[in-house]
DNA sequence: CTCGATGCAAACGGTTTGCATAATC
DNA sequence: GATTATGCAAACCGTTTGCATCGAG
């Protein structure tokens, strides 16, 4: 789906919810729909910031709030801060634990949510799928490097924007 | 495996990697190996506490973060309070998005750990796959009271312990 | 015109840290 | 005996909240 209708079909269903459609909520919802970044909320707030100069960081928190209360997009907590993502199509996300990139990552898996129902009466509403390690990148630098880095917390977080 | 036996495996990880074994983090391991509750570090200090009654919240959080940083034990965060767990064997968290309760749930799944490797060249080092909804038991009492209660944070984070 | 949203700053709360003391190896 | 761990309290920092003002509907 493309960005720009994607927005619009938040726009609406925030609307429908009764909420307001600002300039700013506008702006952010245009971030959120065009980037592959899994952004944090103060990146939003930096990044947006460049559309909308007058923008707090209250209000990226209070509009990351509503959309993901109303399900439009999704929080992943870690420890150094939460990441947002608007792409909610079923996918396992990637975390490398060394430059705390997070890639999408379409792929099967044999327990839908359904099934998770069915055998043992669970209702799935929302899932969490990742895999935490090295990408790409960051697995050949490493090699090239030689050396045998120790990942901070297990690789279960990210690696904090700086 | 036994929980005795395991918790003497995780002494002597630590004993391995350098880390004194002290009457406070056996009492960690004890509780955290015997539980299948993803206790959050305060309700380790609680229940610590009991056996160990001068222990500080500060030791938890020590201890927890040498398991967790020697992979010993996984942190799941959340957007409230992180928890732990000790079973390391490949399962799904089913959280409870209005009892906080979180179950395991061994399952298969496509993706592995090496076929991901092999289709992209992501190094997979851990992970976490969670299914966030409603269990059995908050499900039925959903439906006797026929209440279609909204769920916080999108059903992101189990409910904080009160 | 009304009520929700914004921006600012202060408050919050889980986690981390500094330091003197205690305990492990 | 040397060095790591503990306990206490203060510091940290991402997030939330209170409130006066602004602006969408």
Known sequence: MEPEQKRREMEQALRTAGYRITAQRKAILDYLVSTLEHPGAYRIFEEVKK????????????TLQVLTRNGLIKMLTFRDDNRYEANLSFHI?????????????????????????????????????????LCSECKSGADRKGKNKKLSSGGLSPRKES
């Open 93 to 133: 996300n990637l975390i490398c634990a060394s430059c705390g990139k997070i890639q999408d990552f379409e792929a099967e898996t044999h327990m839908s949510p359904e099934e998770v129902r069915e055998q043992i009466g669970f209702e799935v509403m929302s899932y969490r799928m990742e895999y935490h390690g």
């Open 51 to 62: 559309v909308q100069p007058g923008l707090s960081l209250a209000t990226v928190y209070n």
